[in-house]
């Protein structure tokens, strides 16, 4: 990158799936690995979420120190990630069309606050519009259903894009707590979902959409994005 790119990373600022009690947040492979494959690329990453200021990694997504993925372990430790961390800033705030991408990393925590906010509804209209790059890791879609094309037709429809699918969402046992499916929500809005085996590594690109289905498709999702911006 000869020219550092902007991206802006959104994250969920929600910690509780709905009233289960259970507590979520954003999946930290999803945060921390786009993260560093971003900036060690020479991008400049701005975190922002609904409420800005901390946003909390799910607790289910974290393991001891030296049995995460080490660009986790890395992030944990490293200070100026937390401060960013520690500091979002506010979707709603922030202006889309001055980035070259939007990036929504996922976590149960994002279904609940990311299709009900308009900051970020506001960000990915923007940015479908100015043509940048919109991206997301699982559950980071739930960014998408709630956004409308100059048309007022889904941003999604008539795009191949994928996400934590259905079948996945059954095996993890928390179909019923979540208050929608969200490929079938993605299906219902006109997009072609396209999907894998469960926790296979798998992502696609359709023209600005770049989306990749589960924590396994973090460094896909990214690798995409990076390629995207070079070519």
Known sequence: MNTPKRILMIATSN????DSGKPTGIWADELAVPYYQLKDAGADVVLASPLGG?????????KPVGENDPLVDRFLADPVAQASAKTTR?????????FDAVFFPGGHGTMWDLPTDPGVTRAVEAAFAAGKLIASVCHGAAGLVTARRPDGEPVVKGKRINSFTDAEENAVGLSAIVPFHLETRLRALGAH?????????FA??????????NPQSSALVAHHVLQALTA
């Open 90 to 98: 506010v979707a709603a705030d922030m202006d889309a069309r001055e």
């Open 15 to 18: 910690t509780v799936m709905g």
């Open 193 to 201: 979902f396209e999907g894998a085996d469960n926790w296979a590594s």
């Open 204 to 213: 696609i690109t359709d023209g600005q959409f770049i989306t990749g289905q």
């Open 54 to 62: 901390p946003i909390t990694l799910d607790p289910g997504s974290l």
